[in-house]
């Protein structure tokens, strides 16, 4: 019977799984440029040979690089992150080739094709990080870089410093190129994520009673609602948040049900906003303080109705009308 024939100077068989540096991108969420610098900078680099001495990385491989993907999206300095990296115990069983995409997907037609990364305005660990741990569609990280800085900072300042300058990055992204709508997707629901972990963090609201946060009919934005959520969580203030596309007649019913001290309502295009229906809340007493929040409402608000400009104001507003 004749030897089976090996590849490579190693004398190693290919292994099924073997993959090149850009699949192995297109698994992780990072550029080629990264894996090769991890390679010649921390000796993450492949392990497999094929014929011609290509090297290919196997599933020991992506697993390690995991490991160094989820570390430095989170913050954790390189050199440190690979030290962990290399001492990761190998799985393979997590990583087969059956696993990883082939192919990616064509950018439409008239767009260029889309970029591997998100741009940013602000430079910073917090946003890059952020716009990483989207671009490699990781909830959890997301969310764990989110509530971090909420840790350190706020929910204003993470609101205003961190979310925001990457949402608005991703947005002109997929305006330019066509594409990463998953990515903001994603990168909504993990921000709602760790703010509604903040926002339940009450125990002993400060107020008697309740806020109210909806969006106007037929809106469908209202991360905003979970960010004043959260922010007021910090101040012992407790809300309820309707949700989007909350019809006037819900509105109502809830203001009647509820006899809340504040209702806020966002409106983030001009197409759902119609202050006249403002003017239709029901007469309660004590009358609540009726606020509005966000682009899509004109300058000039209806009798009896405040316009905030931004999140703080809104917060400041707020607490001060329940007595916190």
Known sequence: MAAASTDGPTGVAPSPAALTVAAVARRLGVAPATLRTWDRRYGLGPSAHTTGSHRRYGPADLERLDVMRRLTVQGVAPGEAARVALATPAEPALATVTELPRTGAAAPAGHAAA?????????????????RAAMALDPDAATQIVLASVARRGVVATWEELVCPVLESVGRRWARTGAGVEVEH???????????????????????????????????????????????????????????????????????????????????????????????LPAVRPAPLVLVGGPGWPAVSPPGVRRVGDLSEAVTVVTHAVGA
């Open 186 to 280: 994603l990168l909504s629901e993990a921000v709602t994520a760790a703010f509604a972990r903040v926002a339940a963090g009450i125990r002993e609201p400060r107020n008697a009673r309740p806020v109210l946060l909806a969006g106007a009919p037929d809106e469908e934005h209202t991360l905003p609602l979970r960010a004043l959520a959260a922010a007021l969580a910090e101040r012992g203030v407790a809300t309820r948040t309707l949700g989007a596309r909350l019809p006037h007649e819900a509105l109502v019913a809830a203001i009647r049900r509820s006899g809340p001290a504040v209702v806020f309502v966002w409106c983030q295009l001009s197409a759902t906003a119609d202050g006249a229906l403002l003017g239709e």
């Open 115 to 131: 970029a591997p990364v998100v741009p940013l305005d602000r430079p910073g660990q917090g946003p890059r990080g952020l716009a």
